[in-house]
């Protein structure tokens, strides 16, 4: 059964730091690896995905996957208050297929003090 | 495109009455899945459809949750005998499979279900 544990769970940082928002997850065989950021009373919304090791880099916004180490993050430069929201991590076996559910960490939530 | 649509949006029930959630995925999207979220556990998985066919339910709780989708253009889910324990938001997401990865699930707004 996928475990997947986030860390920290929460954190406030000043306007214009850099963050750092870790994920480990338990299934080796995971193929997907996304971030949701969730707005509080708002729905999730994706914000990065990876599917291989490395980095993929969305103007201010890092994720880095190691799979060997079985450990995502995700590093946002410059945090601005409007970044200030719960980011969930998931992890999905499969896509479009039989086991395409996203299973999700618990969040860390996010404050950016201006 | 107005995303994907839940309703109702807030909704209060006496234990032991039933509950019927609804939800209209983007148009379009032929995969549609339940969660729910609550402070202690999260957000979980319940169920996934594809194409209208139920494709995973592992999620569920057996005896008082069900679902269905009827036709391609909306979802519900129902529970029965309600329970303060099944208080939480649940959220529908909707996504158009891509077999090459780019499976972005869409959430929706969510319903808020409190049992008292």
């Known amino acids: 059964q996928q475990n997947v544990q986030q860390s920290p769970e929460s954190l406030i940082v000043p306007e214009g730091a850099r963050t750092s928002l870790n994920c480990t997850f338990s299934?080796?065989?995971?193929?997907y690896f996304w971030w949701y950021r969730q707005h509080s009373g708002k729905a999730p919304k994706a914000l990065m995905s990876i599917f291989s090791n490395g980095e993929k880099e969305e103007g201010r916004f890092t994720i880095h996957l190691n799979k060997a180490s079985l450990h995502f993050s995700l590093h946002i430069r410059d945090s601005q208050p409007s970044d200030s929201a719960l980011y969930l991590c998931?992890?999905?076996?499969?896509?479009?297929?039989?086991?395409?559910?996203?299973?999700f960490g618990k969040g860390t939530k996010l404050s950016v003090k201006s | 495109n107005a995303g994907v649509i839940q309703t109702p949006r807030h909704k209060v029930t006496g234990k032991g009455q039933e509950a019927t959630l609804w939800c209209e995925p983007i148009s379009g999207h032929s995969a549609v899945f339940w969660y729910r979220q609550t402070i202690v556990q999260g957000l979980e998985f319940l169920t996934y459809?594809?194409?209208?066919?139920?494709?995973?339910d592992s999620g569920m709780p057996k005896e008082r949750f069900s679902a269905q989708m009827p036709n391609q253009s909306h979802s519900t889910l129902k529970i029965q005998s309600t329970q303060p324990q099944d208080s939480a938001v649940y959220l529908c997401?909707?996504?158009?499979?891509?077999?090459?990865?780019?499976?972005?699930?869409?959430f929706g707004p969510g319903t808020r279900l409190l049992v008292l």
């Open positions: 998931a992890v999905s076996m499969d896509s479009g297929g039989s086991n395409a559910k996203l299973t």
């Open positions: 997401a909707s996504s158009f499979p891509d077999w090459g990865g780019q499976d972005t699930q869409y």
């Open positions: 459809f594809r194409n209208q066919a139920p494709i995973d």
């Open positions: 299934d080796s065989a995971s193929q």
